[in-house]
């Protein structure tokens, strides 16, 4: 589906955004009975405060929402986005007041407030529209909404209706809308292919395990976007306790989220050479599950001892940035819903990265700020190396101890990269309703890559 404002009419509600230490001045502005209207009510321009103030002929004359102060803006982003589930139905139009930052923030979080999924059951669509805003890009703000609520509704559908097929077919709509290359290895043909590691753990499922492929652009410098794709994970052998179990629909959520920003920078046509590779797979139990202790080989041509069958994804990737690797791209990125160390270092909210080059990590740190999409680098510490040397092969995909979990993965991965490389350990999942973020499915890490890609790939 494609996201968009509504078309602004001169029957547009005027919304204004103000600051408390504002509010007064604008008060005084309007005619006395609005005014008084918004004094009765006690409207005090909280964060996300809103109030429609109706005209003599009883229908909404304005609306204000409220931007609150610096502290209540730093521990809550998009906060002013509760207008769009708060206001009575009608458009409203941001009014001129607004800075144009204030004014983009407000219109993205806007539409990100109103992504409701509902291929399951019908769900209550906010009846408030937003005008498209002047004097701002709306039409990037559109793109980057149309690629999260991508992310959002892949992250959401269950297992039962997004195995690896349905990934598949989910990247090949993706490149059918802009006419982007596709290929996909299957099954068997991964082995024939020299994809051993993707094969293995994808083979106990009923559902085959594949590598999407898919490209995009004939200039510019060259990116490549891996994403894991177990589109569920039962821990494997090593099967997962209920407790977290779970959630693990959501465990594609890397590669969800590179599909939306695929579709973020193939939208707004920027000139880059584009690759998103997709290592797609069910961790499931049978006969034929490959089992801890087991050797492998990679791609790379490393070998892999299995301490650990729930330490699967960072399998799938491997032989993925093996063949990113091969092309020489100027940028490799990953992003997978890969340790739950992540989670207890960081939280759910800040997607951790990891990358060698201290410009790159700063130019996505900055980014990440601006575009209220907050990120937090995490060392690849080169003491830890030998935590994923086990001996008796070239690599250990689970080290014992249990820590620096998060690190220890991303040092396995980057065995395998000789490119510039980030990875993000993301969360993808939003666990209570929050401003612009219902609960569900979500995507981190993807508008901050967007708003740094130029910067990182200036040469």
Known sequence: MTVSFAAPSDRDIPLHAVAPADLESLLDGLPPAQSTWARANGYAAKLGQTIAIPGIDGKIACAIVGVGDAKSRRRTRFGTARAASQLPAGTYAISAGASPAL??????????ESY??????DQDQPKARLARPDGIDWERIEAIATGEYLTRDLINTPASDMGPDALEGAARDLAEKFSAEISVITGDELLSQNFPLIHTVGRASTRAPRLIDMTWGNSGPSIVLVGK???FDTGGLNIKPNSSMGLMKKDMGGAATVLGLAHMIMSLNLNIRLRVLIPAVENSISGNAFRPQDILNSRKGLTVEINNTDAEGRLVLADALALAD?????????????TGAARVAVGGDIAPFFTDEDQIAAKISAAGAAALDPVWRLPLHPAYEAMIEPGIADLDNAPSGGQGGAITAALFLRRFVTASYVHFDIYGWQQAAAPAR????IGQGARALLEALPSLLDA
């Not at 004014?103 to 990100?112: P, Q």
């Open 116 to 121: 409701r999924f509902s291929r399951y059951r």
């Open 229 to 231: 794709g177990v589109c």
């Open 438 to 441: 219902p609960k569900g499915g």
């Open 103 to 112: 004014r983009a923030e407000i219109a993205l979080g806007w539409l990100m």
């Open 326 to 338: 091969e092309a020489k791209p100027d940028l490799v990125i990953s992003m997978a819903t890969l």
